[in-house]
């Protein structure tokens, strides 16, 4: 596929994920968003104990998007959408004014090679595009088990203008996610948009 088609997919994909997204966003001025919600064992939990907030879970791979909303179907969580997307492109499709008020970032896939570090979701411009996004105060929560990939996250937050690493690294919920199951050791850190 050449540049220009992959191009061209990709905003195909933006403008009909910016339709759904018009949809299920209508309204409303500001969501909790899990990238990368896998199955959905932490965003369906967690809608259910905050029925206050509307939550977005997205998620690359589609079988996953379909059981994380019958997880949330089961636990009566009606303020919880699943959506299959890439964060990029999800956060490119959000409607105009609406805020990211909480994001939430767990066991993201790691990239231990060099080669491959450019493929980690974490990079400056990643958390710049978030921050964009976000609301004055809203809060990012980061958690794995791969502790270069904590540091390296440590790191690019230090180094950021837009968000400020929290003293508390705690998180509003606790709930075990599918990949913390099989993974119990890990680090976890809070960001606060500046
Ligand atoms: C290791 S799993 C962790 C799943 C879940 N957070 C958990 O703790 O059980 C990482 C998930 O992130 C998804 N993912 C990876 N890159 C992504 C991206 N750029 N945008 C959205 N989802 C992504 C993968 O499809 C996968 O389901």
Same mark, same amino acid.
């Given at each position: 596929?050449?540049?220009?088609?992959?191009?061209?997919?990709?905003?195909?994909?933006?403008? !009909?994920?910016?339709?759904?997204?018009?949809?299920?966003?209508?309204?409303?001025?500001?969501?909790?968003?899990?990238?990368?919600?896998? !199955?959905?064992?932490?965003?369906?939990?967690?809608?259910?104990?905050?029925?206050?907030?509307?939550?977005?879970?997205?998620?690359?791979?589609?079988?996953?998007?379909?059981?994380?909303?019958?997880?949330?179907?089961?636990?009566?969580?009606?303020?919880? #959408?699943?959506?299959? #997307?890439?964060?990029?492109?999800?956060?490119?499709?959000?409607?105009?004014?609406?805020?990211?008020?909480?994001?939430?970032?767990?066991?993201?896939?790691?990239?231990?090679?060099? !080669?491959?570090?450019?493929?980690?979701?974490?990079?400056?411009?990643?958390?710049?595009?978030?921050?964009?996004?976000?609301?004055?105060?809203?809060?990012?929560?980061?958690?794995?088990?791969?502790?270069?990939?904590?540091?390296?996250?440590?790191?690019?937050?230090?180094?950021?203008?837009?968000?400020?690493?929290?003293?508390?690294?705690?998180?509003?919920?606790?709930?075990?996610?599918?990949?913390?199951?099989?993974?119990?050791?890990?680090?976890?850190?809070?960001?606060? #948009?500046?």
């Amino acid at each position: 596929m050449s540049l220009e088609q992959a191009l061209a997919r990709r905003n195909e994909r933006i403008s !009909k994920l910016g339709a759904l997204c018009g949809g299920i966003l209508c309204g409303r001025e500001k969501i909790t968003l899990e990238i990368g919600c896998g !199955k959905g064992h932490y965003l369906s939990a967690y809608a259910a104990a905050f029925p206050n907030e509307f939550c977005v879970g997205i998620d690359l791979i589609s079988d996953r998007i379909r059981d994380a909303a019958r997880r949330a179907k089961n636990l009566n969580a009606n303020n919880a #959408a699943f959506i299959k #997307a890439e964060a990029l492109e999800f956060l490119e499709a959000m409607p105009e004014g609406i805020k990211l008020e909480k994001i939430f970032i767990f066991f993201p896939d790691p990239w231990p090679k060099a !080669k491959h570090h450019k493929r980690r979701l974490i990079h400056k411009e990643f958390l710049d595009t978030l921050r964009r996004h976000s609301e004055n105060g809203a809060r990012l929560y980061f958690r794995t088990d791969f502790f270069e990939y904590f540091e390296w996250t440590r790191d690019a937050i230090a180094e950021s203008a837009v968000w400020e690493l929290s003293p508390d690294p705690e998180l509003p919920f606790e709930t075990v996610s599918q990949f913390q199951r099989i993974l119990p050791d890990f680090s976890t850190l809070s960001a606060t #948009a500046k």
